[in-house]
């Protein structure tokens, strides 16, 4: 592993052809790393993710990625904001994280035998192995979720983002699932979380950023979630951050 | 009243209430399922041909019975509103080919009921399409409100506790009254055009749900007249020219739209609009 | 003259041959085709297809005779192809507004054959199709069209389903929407114009709607789908022929083979439904999900979308 980040962004801004964006934005982000994008809604947070897919355009600053300016092939794995996907779709799990492969594969393969084990792994290393075949339509809405971590998985990714992973799932599924992210950073695997979930973001990640229109602070987590920073960040917003477990210095509870 | 008088005011008649029912077909939705109807009454009105009585009654038990079949087929998981209307729609032109072949011998043109034939309307059509047109603006007028409020907040309407059912019932029923009513001037394959365009035109240019009740009838027999004059001065068939100068309305109006909203748009990106807002 | 005789020796005589091996060709790839339309969501778009063709066949008539047919149908379909993926995506038209530009377009189908000599007649053909006078000097092409249309579903397959399911993911994938979007709508274009040439443009859409909705009836296994509606579609093609065959030589009434086609499909339907239904696999249901999920995947079809979701 090369001490090069896998993710670079110097003064880079991503802005929407609407107008709306997110700017000023400073970060390196280095293999086995987990950050946690913190800000209210409309801060910018999915325009980020979406900006680093190339789906909203670059509108000032550099990025790169592992040095490069353009993502390589595969790179890049994402868990979408809780997709809005069809329950009755004829589709297989194991079709679905196959889903994963096809950036890989191109238009004119199809998947073979490397491609099957990369799809048992993935579905193994969320823990749904046994579920392999049955209709994605018919799991929980937190298998489900998990199913979809998987295809993002099954990329093997070296950079994954992953859109607010963790609204409405129950404690079961969401431990599930922060198991799953400390297995990846184990494993190298550098991920952004866009969360309003701070305690997710003292469990799993190693750094914080917080935006709301800009980059407003980005460092360890104890030294970013303070109650200045967060007051200023959600100023004006209706968030409601005492439905989490927040510790900041002088201000405990839930 | 000579023929070419006739078929002005059948033109006229036809048009503005089919505009009229048309706003309504627009604003909530329902242009594929009422095309599907219009060519679903296709063999109904082939068999009351056959059969001797009259046409727009044979196409009016037609379309409720495919109403019926359409709202089966809708219900069901993983076939839904788009499978039903097009099996329906099909479905109908295949029964009235099949009857057309197996009956020789029709009275009637079977082209006239597909494209119209408003040069040969009778009396009763006419009379027909009036008592369609003054029904739906009664209807409307007493239960507008509650039309408006279920097409444009339909979970809002179902939480206030009123029940969805009657309402769409009865917009059904009045597509499908205009649709059988307009059979005669523009036929099963071009109805549409006379519903949705006219509606469509009002809605890009006046803002009100109730300016678009209001214009959409005007625009509707504005395009009867204007296709009917065409038919005459360029010795073309009626129902497509009634048909092409809807469509013209529908035109000039998103043209106009279009141009308003010019000068503040901007540059206009051409990648993914719809699916990029959604994204984001 | 005997049920045997209908649905084997029949085929013995040269012009029902061709037109089995022409209309199983097309069945299929319809079948194939129209899986991905009905995943997609695509139906308001292929109805649309068939009513921009019309111009196409009766100005390819009125130019070239009969031979002009496919050409014209061609240029229209294609055409109407890049501008329905265009107007779909970029969010302009409504159904409503799709609706009405077609009709228009069929409009002036009708006008270019109103001023032709048999008007009727013509009429009747391009609207009901002819599969059984199909001659032979075009039997090649009609099939190539078709297997054209197939190739480019079978090279894009997996993205489709892709996009079909998850358009945001596939995206994301680096998948491109528009190419993808135009593929589909000009395989769907080209089922289309070899089918309009064959049982005619009124009757083409059940050709991509039907099978695909067998299909969905009879399995959740996604690669099943395919077999599945190509199997019924062929197994339509062939009975609907012979039933024409049958009430025409033993009934002694001439009904249009594209409309025996047609009807078989629909019977075949019914049937499938109420197997089905026996099975105990129709279930109803507000569904809302496929109507939302129809809803993301709008860069193919917002209008389509809309009405699936607004007719409940």
């Not at chain 3, 329905?84 to 228009?104: C, E, F, H, K, Y």
Request: overall charge neutral; charged content about 15%; some cysteine.
């Amino acid at each position: 592993m090369t001490d090069r980040p896998v993710l670079r962004l110097r003064s880079a801004a991503f802005t929407h052809p609407g107008g709306a964006g997110v700017s000023g934005l400073d970060l390196d982000i280095r293999a086995g790393e987990a950050v946690a994008l913190i800000g209210p809604n409309g801060a910018g947070k999915s325009t980020l993710l979406n900006g680093l897919l190339g789906l909203v355009p670059r509108t000032a600053g550099t990025v790169e990625y592992a040095g490069h300016p353009h993502a390589a092939v595969g790179m890049i794995g994402v868990l979408p904001q809780s997709a809005d996907l069809d329950p009755d779709f004829p589709i297989s799990l194991e079709q679905v994280v196959m889903q994963g492969r096809y950036r890989r594969l191109g238009l004119f393969r199809w998947p073979g035998r490397a491609d099957r084990a990369a799809v048992a792994d993935a579905l193994a290393a969320v823990g749904l192995t046994e579920l392999a075949k049955r209709r994605f339509g018919d799991l929980s809405g937190g298998q489900r979720q998990r199913g979809l971590l998987a295809r993002a998985l099954a990329g093997e990714p070296s950079l994954l983002l992953l859109d607010e992973p963790f609204n409405g799932l129950d404690q079961q599924n969401r431990d599930a699932l922060i198991q799953t992210l400390r297995d990846l950073k184990a494993r190298g695997v550098a991920v952004i979380v866009s969360t309003h979930d701070l305690e997710l973001a003292r469990l799993v990640c190693d750094t914080v950023v917080l935006v709301n229109g800009e980059q407003l602070a980005h460092g360890p987590v104890d030294d970013v979630l303070t109650l200045g920073n967060l007051q200023e960040c959600f100023e004006g917003t209706e968030i409601e951050i005492d439905e989490h477990t927040l510790v900041v210095p002088g201000h405990e509870g839930h | 009243m000579g023929y070419f008088e006739r078929a002005m005011l059948a033109a006229i008649v036809i048009g503005a209430g089919a505009g009229f029912v048309g706003a309504l077909v627009v604003l909530r939705r329902r242009t594929f399922f009422a095309q599907a109807l219009t060519h679903a009454t296709y063999p109904g009105a082939v068999a009351a041909a056959a059969l001797g009585v009259s046409v727009p009654l044979g196409a009016a038990v037609a379309s409720v019975v495919i109403v019926a079949i359409m709202a089966g087929i809708a219900r069901i998981r993983r076939q839904g509103a788009q499978v039903a209307a097009g099996i329906v729609l099909t479905g109908g032109f295949a029964a009235g080919a099949l009857l057309q072949a197996a009956l020789p011998g029709l009275p009637v043109q079977p082209e006239s009921l597909l494209v119209g034939s408003i040069l040969t309307v009778t009396d009763a059509d006419i009379l027909l399409a009036a008592v369609v047109a003054v029904a739906a603006v009664v209807l409307v007028a007493a239960f507008g409100r509650r039309i408006a409020f279920s097409t444009f907040d339909p979970a809002g309407f179902r939480a206030a506790g009123f029940r969805e059912w009657p309402i769409e019932v009865l917009v059904l029923g009045l597509i499908a009254a205009s649709v059988v009513s307009s059979l005669p001037a523009v036929g099963a394959i071009l109805a549409i055009a006379l519903i949705a365009a006219p509606a469509a035109a009002a809605r890009l240019v006046v803002r009100s749900y109730r300016g678009v009740l209001f214009a959409a009838p005007v625009i509707g027999a504005a395009s009867g007249i204007v296709g009917v004059l065409a038919s005459r001065a360029f010795a073309i068939a009626a129902g497509p020219a009634i048909a092409l100068a809807a469509t013209g309305c529908f035109a000039i109006a998103l043209g106009a739209s279009q141009l308003r909203r010019l000068p503040w748009r901007g540059r206009s990106i051409p990648v993914e609009t719809a699916e990029e807002a959604r994204i984001a | 003259m005997d049920l045997w005789d209908s649905l084997f020796t029949a085929f013995e005589l040269p012009f029902m041959a061709r037109a089995l091996g022409v209309m199983l060709v097309l069945a299929v790839v319809a079948g194939v085709v129209g899986v991905l339309v009905n995943l997609r969501g695509l139906e308001f778009i292929s109805d649309g297809l068939t009513h921009a063709v019309f111009p196409g066949l009766a100005i390819g008539l009125a130019v070239g005779g009969t031979a002009g047919l496919l050409p014209g149908a061609a240029i229209a379909a294609l055409g109407a192809a890049v501008i329905l993926t265009w107007l779909s995506r970029a969010g302009v038209a409504s159904d409503a507004a799709i609706a009405i530009v077609l009709t228009a377009t069929f409009s002036v189908g009708v006008i270019v054959v109103s001023r032709s000599d048999d008007y009727a007649g013509q009429l009747e053909a391009l609207l009901f199709g002819r599969v059984l006078t199909i001659p032979p000097a075009e039997v090649v092409p009609l099939v190539v069209v078709s297997l054209v249309a197939l190739g480019a579903v079978l090279l894009t397959l997996k993205q489709q389903l892709f996009r079909a399911f998850d358009a945001r993911a596939s995206r994301a994938a680096g998948d491109r929407g528009f190419v993808l979007d135009l593929v589909l709508n000009g395989a769907v274009a080209l089922v289309v114009v070899a089918a309009a040439s064959t049982v005619g443009t009124l009757l083409v859409l059940a050709l991509l709607i039907v099978p695909g909705a067998v299909a969905r009836l009879a399995t959740d296994r996604l690669w099943l789908l395919f077999p599945v509606a190509g199997g019924f579609a062929a197994l339509g093609a062939w009975l609907g022929l012979a039933a024409g065959y049958g009430a025409s030589v033993g009934g002694g009434v001439d009904l249009p083979a594209g409309a025996t086609v047609v009807a078989a499909f629909v019977v075949g339907y019914a049937l499938v439904l109420v197997v089905a239904w026996a099975a105990g696999r129709v279930t109803t249901g507000r569904s809302s999900g496929r109507a939302a999920g129809r809803a993301d995947r709008a860069g193919a079809a917002p209008a389509a979308a809309r009405t699936a979701g607004s007719a409940r």
